[in-house]
């Protein structure tokens, strides 16, 4: 009862806190503070604490890159900056194959501090901290962290005067916005109120509510457990079970009624105990670690290794087995107890004694979906696996007429096990992808990829149509059957498929496994997609003028996710072409430094901000209009500024995209 209460309360907080999580993002929380190291030296601090999962960039990063801390000084009277923002903390330095650079970093906190020289008796000094964050889907926007500070300086000082921006300023940053051009548009026109600019917050919630992704999602993981238990009943561990143990109940008593009615106890106690695994890791991890298995590098090599073994146990290199004396103590207090306990310790038996055969389609399923982001995924999958195991002896209990005509063991359960180990093999290589592309390692980058699946599947291909054989098979002089050589020859196919994605073909059948096609050194595909424009208002004119719905990429120079996105989705030949003709493509850059023509302010939240950039400008329109702040972000609007279809974050699986552009066209035409 007590895990099924932390089980609930688990899920129910994970929903509520996903729920915020896909609006708006707050994953940095700094506090500042300033410090008089001498009577002549004054420093402000920044104290940051950041989330889990989450990363704030250093300082002096190059231009083409993150968005770096800078501190921008609005006001000094009696103090003059003395050097640079320096940091404290342990920096992460890495290589980022996106940006072609070192990237520096810092996790779980850090503290910049910019120190000043008082020159006057007193000083007043403001201004304010500006930092970018991100974490392995999303990026926020340029965010600032305000400041003003005043006090007292050496009584000998002279009078204090004002400094100017350009002088108190990270040089830097001055340079950068001194050196911008004008915007080439009227900021005076932006108004919250305006149609354009008019929030729909909730109609992008009631979009984002009514779509069943998770609902289909959870479909998907229960049907992929069912697959699993049905792939599991023709192994060699379980399938000559089933007869024997049917034959055992109906046997146990002259009463056939209470026979199949322990039968059927049987197949509930194996439901019980599966889903019970399933139930135990969703409570053991808790939802928040669930789903930041998907992104884990660390989580993701165990992952790969962990199926690599399992592969080479179905190959027949060893054997995975459990205790023999956890089965002999199970199966003694099973005979010695009789009743419902009986029967349940009877199913534990059976368990134990499958798990070489079990066990790697279990770990396998339980590594898939923890690492989809679902909740419930594990005990979903286990329900789904154990129904599929437990459905075999209920029937049979029911119609033992069936025992005869079924298949008798043979030597077509090795073919399945070889089959699995093939399968467990390819998708090792995708967990290893992700640690990799986390880690920038360029170990396996997509024509790697490519290239090991392709000797997978063509080994596979071999081997289902009787060309390679394995030691197992020694034995076994038989033709191969039709079934098995039709798989053979589609495995082949496959293979042939994916030889063009060596040279940049864009394979879509495996984008969502294989690494971004911006990893390939060699690429012969071109078809990049160039938004038609930058400007909000602009795009929107030009939208209504040819009568198209609007595409709105909210997006950063420097987001790593967002690049990725490009380079994965929009390259596809079909999303392109809906992209180029069908829709207004607006690309609106969060951490654009160019200067507005006149600073705008803004109340949000209850406090009063200025919008100084371009950026700023439309971080703020992301905020206020759809609730949203981290990027990529991306949705759908007629010509009104109204949504049409749910937003769409970091994903790279072209067929959700795809699908995310033609319910907006649909909506918009009707």
Known sequence: MKLLKTTFLTALLAMFTLAVAA?????????????????????????????????VYSTGLPADGPISASLHTEK??????????????????????????????????????????????????????????????NCIPPTQVEFAFNGEGPADAPEAEETTEAEATDTTAAAAMAGADSLQTDTAAVNAQGDLW??????????NGGDTGSSRSWIYIFLMGLVGGFVALFTPCVWPII?????????????????????????????????????????????????????????????????????????????????????????????????????????????????????????????????SGSIAGPAIGMLG?????????????????????????????????????????????KFFSVAD?????????????????IIIFGMLGLYLIGKLKFPSDQGNTDAMPVPCIVLGMISLAFTVYLIPGLWGAPCKAVS???????????????????????????????AAAEGKPVVVDFTGFGCVNCRKMEAAVWTDPQVADKLNNDFILISLYVDDKQPLDKPIEVVENGRKRKLRTVGDKWSYLQRSKFGANAQPFYVILDNKGMPVAGSYSYDENIGHYTDFLNTGLKNYKK
């Open 198 to 207: 008019k929030p729909v917050i909730d109609e992008l919630q009631n979009f």
């Open 385 to 429: 696996f154990a129904i599929a195991l437990a459905l075999p002896f209920t029937l049979f209990a029911l119609f033992p007429t069936w025992l005869k005509q079924a298949p008798k063991s043979g030597s077509w359960m090795n073919t399945i096990k070889i089959v699995l180990g093939f399968i467990e093999l390819a998708f090792a290589l």
């Open 76 to 137: 000094a009277e009696g103090v003059k900056a003395a050097g640079k923002l320096s940091h404290r903390g342990k920096e992460i330095s890495q290589f980022d194959k996106m940006f072609g650079m070192n990237l520096r970093y810092f996790e779980n906190s850090v503290t910049f501090v910019q120190k000043f020289k008082i020159v006057g008796k007193t000083y007043k000094v403001s201004g304010y901290l500006e930092y970018g964050a991100c974490n392995d889907e």
């Open 23 to 55: 609006q708006m993002q707050d994953p940095v929380h700094f506090k500042v503070s300033q410090k008089k190291v001498s009577p002549t030296e004054l420093e402000v601090i920044f104290t940051g604490r950041i989330d889990k999962g989450w990363h």
């Open 512 to 542: 969502a496994f294989a690494p971004p096609i911006n990893t390939q050194d060699f690429n012969l595909y071109h078809n990049e997609v160039e938004p038609k424009y930058k400007d909000y208002e602009q795009g929107m004119a030009a």
């Open 243 to 371: 007869p024997m143990t049917v034959s055992f109940f109906l046997k146990r008593t002259k009463d056939k009624k209470k026979g199949i009615r322990d039968a059927i106890t049987y197949g509930i106690s194996i439901i019980v105990i599966y889903l019970a695994l399933g139930l135990a890791i969703t409570a053991i991890f808790g939802a928040s670690s669930l789903n930041a298995l998907a992104t884990n590098a660390v989580f993701n090599i165990f992952f790969c290794l962990l199926l690599v073994v399992f592969a080479l146990s179905f190959f027949g290199w060893f054997e995975l087995t459990l205790p023999s004396s956890w089965t002999n103590k199970v199966d003694n207090k099973a005979s010695s107890t009789s009743g419902m306990l009986s029967i349940f310790l009877m199913a534990f038996t059976l368990t134990l004694v499958s798990f070489s055969c079990t066990g790697p389609i279990i770990g396998f399923l339980l590594v898939e979906v923890s690492t």
């Open 437 to 453: 592309l986390a880690y920038g390692w360029g170990l396996l980058d997509r024509e790697v990829f490519l290239a090991l699946w």
